[in-house]
């Protein structure tokens, strides 16, 4: 039997889900017991737009900012995405693996 306390979600914002599918994703996975989801960067969007979407639609599942490109933001921007999506979620928010 698998541990889905254990297991993560990974949604790449490159795919060819829209948000509200990657939201709806997030869900499934948080009623099936995973740990966790990650989201990347991508041409979705800002990454922490798409996290925020996902803690309110969603209650237990960690949230996670997998891929970044901090080569082009600031750490001050950073920081406040991360600081706002904690603050959102309740506390579930985790910066990188």
């Not at 989801?37 to 960067?41: I, L, M, P, S, Y």
């Given at each position: 039997m698998i541990d889905t306390n254990r297991l993560a979600?990974?949604?790449h914002p490159?795919?060819?889900l829209s948000v509200a599918e990657m939201v709806e994703c997030a869900r499934l996975a948080e009623t099936k017991g995973f740990a966790a989801?990650?989201?990347?960067?991508g041409?979705?969007?800002d990454v922490f737009a798409l996290l925020?979407?996902?803690a309110m639609s969603t209650s237990k599942i960690r949230l996670g900012a997998g891929i970044l490109p901090?080569?082009?933001c600031s750490p001050w921007v950073v920081a406040m995405g991360a600081a706002a999506v904690d603050e959102?979620?309740?506390g579930?928010?985790?910066l990188g693996p």
């Open positions: 979600l990974g949604i490159n795919s060819v989801t990650w989201v990347a960067e041409h979705r969007g925020s979407a996902l901090v080569h082009v959102i979620s309740g579930r928010f985790m």
